[in-house]
């Protein structure tokens, strides 16, 4: 980890991207290279963390449900997206998945891999 630290300090314009720091036990900021050449991005559910950012955060939120059941319904290819039976199927998945965006193209992804297979 220290070299690629090292290695990224002596560059310009890197990103480094740090996904799914949500363990309070983890210090973040061990991870961040010297200097000011680069950008970090980081996700994280821990609002707290809002400390390290020096250019703001962004707070990701809910999908309108009916939003989030047309997104699924199209990534998902179904062809009359209005359809209620569909619409009824896709809100029991879309609710479990918390109307998240990611969380809904990263199933959807899962579901037609595993149907293509």
Same mark, same amino acid.
């Given at each position: 980890?220290?070299?690629i630290k090292t290695w990224l300090s002596a560059k310009d314009d890197w990103l480094l991207i740090i996904d799914n720091a949500d363990d309070r036990k &983890?210090? &973040?900021s061990k991870f961040f290279p010297a200097g000011n050449r680069g950008?970090? &991005?980081f996700t994280t559910r821990l609002p707290d963390y809002?400390?390290?950012g020096? &250019?703001?955060f962004c707070q990701v939120d809910k999908m309108d449900p009916e939003d989030a059941i047309t997104l699924l319904l199209r990534r998902s290819g179904v062809s009359d997206i209005r359809d209620m039976e569909r619409?009824?199927?896709a809100a029991d998945i879309v609710e479990v998945l918390g109307y998240l965006a990611l969380a809904?193209?990263?199933a959807e992804a899962v579901c037609n891999k595993r149907f293509a297979a």
């Open positions: 980890m220290n070299s &983890v210090d &973040v950008s970090i &991005v809002q400390q390290y020096t &250019v703001g619409r009824a199927l809904i193209i990263q």
